[in-house]
Each structure stands twice: as structure tokens, then as C-alpha cells.
């Protein structure tokens, strides 16, 4: 008996070691999850300040790291509201659900969510509707254009397909020039009188002569 008395104080220090030495180490492995949780707290209070300004891709951007580092069910819930005010309601949906079923909720809890997740979904409908309509009305625009093309098209080939009609324009031609007439000249007329008055002249003594006999005056 005495022996192990005097064996349990030399084990003492022995045990004392190894309890300081599991201490440490869980301290240690403690200290990363400690300071996990901390910066998530402090991504958690970033978003909820950006939340709060309407600025909600910060947030968005600030929750998801939060999730990632301590991946709590409330982080979900803040990231759907974030993609439901971005207008991404497909998105928000999903994340709604995923809290969902991550989270226990109570009926009152689970009866909000199902509503948001109503609201979600109909925005999403009316979205893709519009998303559509808008397609529809482009298609529209394109087939107009086309067929306007494809007439404009058939119209420039039947003309070229139909003979030309080609108007050659002669040269205009100078005007006649102006000649003084022959009978405007002053020698014209001077010889047409010299002319004439040489035909009276011979003329008239062709007249005037007598052809007969006719009787010599004998005095």
C-alpha cells in the first residue's frame, strides 16, 4: 500500500502534463472556429448595414461569406431577401426553400415563408411572360423586315429582268449659219439691172424696128 502511495504522487506530475497538454490542444483546435465565428458576425453586420441602405448586392456579397464561414440556416433566409429585392426571383425561391429545410420552423414561421415563396414565384411568372412577349413582338419586327426585303428583292429583279429602253439624245446641232442672201448683194442687183436694162435695151430696138418695106419719102 505504501508503495502505491508513493507511486501516485510520482504519477501526479505525469497526469498533470498530459491534462495541460489535451487543454492546449483543444484550445488550440478551438481557436480557428473561434475566429470563424467571429468574422462571420462581422459579415453578418456588414450585410445587414448594406441590407438596411438598399445597397443589396453588398449584402448579398457579405451574407454568402458569412454562410460560408459558419453555415447557419438564417444566413439562407437573408440571402433569398436580398435576390428577391434584386428582382432574381427564381433565385430567392430557391434559397427560401433551402431555409426551409434547414430551419425548424413553427406554422407561423413556415406559413410566412410559404407566402414569400408564393409572392416569388408569381413575380418569376410575370417576368417570363413579359420576357415572351417581348420575344414575340421582336420576332414580329424581323419577319416584317424580311418580307419587306424579300419584295424589294423580287421587285429589283423583275426590273432587271425587263428590256431597257435606251434614249440616245443626238448632239444638238449649231444653228444654220447666217449668209448674207445673193439678193441682199449690191452687185446682184446692179447686174440684174444692167441685165435688164440691156434686155429693154436690146429689146426695144427689136420693137421698134420696122420689118417691112414700107415707102421710101421720095423728097
Request: with cysteine; proline share 5%.
Amino acid at each position: 500500500m505504501a508503495s502505491l502511495i508513493r507511486l501516485i504522487p510520482s504519477a501526479s506530475p505525469r497526469l498533470v502534463g498530459l491534462c495541460l497538454i489535451a487543454t492546449t490542444a483543444l484550445g488550440a483546435a478551438q481557436r480557428p472556429e473561434l475566429d470563424r465565428d467571429r468574422t462571420a458576425r462581422a459579415r453578418f453586420v456588414e450585410g445587414t448595414k448594406a441590407y438596411n441602405l438598399g445597397q443589396f448586392e453588398a449584402a448579398l456579397t457579405a451574407y454568402k461569406e458569412a454562410f460560408d464561414l459558419k453555415p447557419h440556416p438564417g444566413f439562407l433566409f437573408n440571402i433569398a431577401q436580398c435576390y428577391r429585392h434584386l428582382g432574381q426571383y427564381a433565385t430567392a425561391a430557391f434559397y427560401y426553400r433551402r431555409y426551409r429545410n434547414e430551419a425548424q420552423l413553427n406554422a407561423a414561421d413556415a406559413l410566412v415563408l410559404d407566402e414569400l415563396i408564393a409572392d416569388v414565384e408569381a413575380k418569376q411568372e410575370e417576368l417570363e411572360r413579359e420576357e415572351r412577349a417581348q420575344a414575340e413582338a421582336a420576332r414580329q419586327r424581323d419577319l416584317e423586315l424580311a418580307r419587306a426585303a424579300a419584295v424589294k428583292a423580287a421587285a429589283e429583279a423583275e426590273a432587271q429582268r425587263q428590256p431597257q429602253t435606251v434614249v440616245i439624245s443626238s448632239p444638238s446641232l449649231p444653228p444654220p449659219r447666217q449668209t448674207d442672201s445673193i439678193l441682199k448683194k449690191w452687185w446682184f442687183w446692179t447686174g440684174v439691172g444692167v441685165v435688164a436694162g440691156g434686155a429693154i435695151y436690146l429689146a426695144i430696138p427689136a420693137h421698134a424696128r420696122d420689118t417691112t418695106m414700107g415707102n421710101v419719102n421720095a423728097r
